[in-house]
T-cell receptor, first 111, second 120 residues
Framework: KAGVTQTPRYLIKTRGQQVTLSCSPI?????VSWYQQTPGQGLQFLFEYFSETQRNKGNFPGRFSGRQFSNSRSEMNVSTLELGDSALYLC??????????FGEGSRLTVL | AQKITQTQPGMFVQEKEAVTLDCTYD???????LFWYKQPSSGEMIFLIY??????QNATEGRYSLNFQKARKSANLVISASQLGDSAMYFCAMREGGRGSGGSNYKLTFGKGTLLTVNP
């Protein structure tokens, strides 16, 4: 059974640009959640999608957005990038109450 | 107030010995779940173990066990027979609330982590 797949794994952008990250869940998982990990703030919840609907949202500015497609794949977008957006972005998918599996992450560097 | 507290920024253990990583949590919700993850230097978050607030027994998964003390709001991870490959960052996380509409709620709050180093 394939795991959670995130693309791209690494990317470099400049301030003001936008970026789109993709997450393909484990087969059968309909919930996808996104987290940002930085050395200063640690792991912070961004948002969660279930059946193409945003179910929860963290405390991030509107520049951070996401969506989920009918096949459960999810994308997150960050517009007008700032230096502070440099982080590891992790996607997690789950099905049962006690299961939440993460991908390897997308490491974003903003110059 | 922090919802998840991991008081040990770093821990050292000798290979083949057992180690306990501390985690305390704060919630007023009677229904919650507690997770432990391992994050090696590569960055991937590896799921280790889960404990539900209504589970009667402590969770175990191979060499990992969770020492769940509900009254003290603690959920310590015990790793038995440490191996060199156990060296990594370990995170405790909590999900508050039970199932949301259409399924489980996967909004997790993480602690700041404990860096475990296993010495040969």
């Amino acid at each position: 059974k394939a795991g959670v797949t995130q693309t791209p794994r690494y990317l470099i952008k400049t301030r003001g640009q936008q970026v789109t990250l993709s997450c393909s869940p484990i087969s059968g998982h309909r919930s996808v959640s996104w987290y940002q990990q930085t050395p200063g703030q640690g792991l912070q919840f961004l948002f969660e999608y279930f059946s193409e609907t945003q179910r929860n949202k963290g405390n991030f500015p509107g520049r951070f957005s996401g969506r989920q497609f009918s096949n459960s794949r999810s994308e997150m977008n960050v517009s007008t990038l700032e230096l502070g957006d440099s982080a590891l972005y992790l996607c997690a998918t789950g099905q049962g109450i006690g299961e939440l599996f993460f991908g390897e992450g997308s490491r974003l560097t903003v110059l | 107030a922090q919802k998840i507290t991991q008081t040990q920024p770093g821990m050292f253990v000798q290979e083949k010995e057992a180690v306990t990583l501390d985690c305390t949590y704060d919630t007023s919700d009677p229904s919650y779940g507690l997770f432990w993850y391992k994050q090696p230097s590569s960055g991937e978050m590896i799921f280790l173990i889960y404990q539900g607030s209504y589970d009667q027994q402590n969770a175990t998964e191979g060499r990992y066990s969770l020492n769940f003390q509900k009254a003290r709001k603690s959920a310590n991870l015990v790793i038995s027979a440490s191996q060199l490959g156990d060296s990594a960052m370990y995170f405790c996380a909590m999900r508050e609330g039970g199932r949301g509409s259409g399924g489980s709620n996967y909004k997790l709050t993480f602690g700041k982590g404990t860096l475990l180093t296993v010495n040969p």
